[in-house]
Nanobody, 115 residues
């Protein structure tokens, strides 16, 4: 089993920044892709950003140029640096990790952007 612990969410004013972290622990053999999803009230969960084991990244169009995903393989941690935040970024953010072909999910962290 793999456990994911997220941190860094909170309340921020529009235009502000937040940095989310997600640390993996447990029975880890090989971590492949790591990523972030989000789910706003009444909406489906959507991909925010993903980073491969080799460092390739992919972003949702809505966050390109504002969010940056990165990872520290030694710490088994993925980060999401969020800048120029907008009220529409308000959501619960979930990290996900592909460990040996199985996807694990964090418990979610709330990000609220006030206008």
């Amino acid at each position: 089993q793999v456990q994911l612990v997220e941190s860094g969410g909170g309340l921020v004013q529009a235009g502000g920044s937040l940095r989310l972290s997600c640390a993996a622990s447990g029975s880890i053999f090989s971590i492949n892709a790591m990523g972030w999803y989000r789910q706003a009230p009444g909406k489906q969960r959507e991909l925010v950003a993903v980073i491969s084991s080799g460092g390739s990244t992919n972003y949702a169009d809505s966050v390109k140029g504002r969010f940056t995903i990165s990872r520290d393989n030694a710490k088994k941690t993925v980060y999401l640096q969020m800048s120029s935040l907008k009220p529409e970024d308000t959501a619960v953010y979930y990290c996900t990790v592909d460990e040996s072909g199985y996807n694990y999910w964090g418990q979610g962290t709330q990000v609220t952007v006030s206008s």
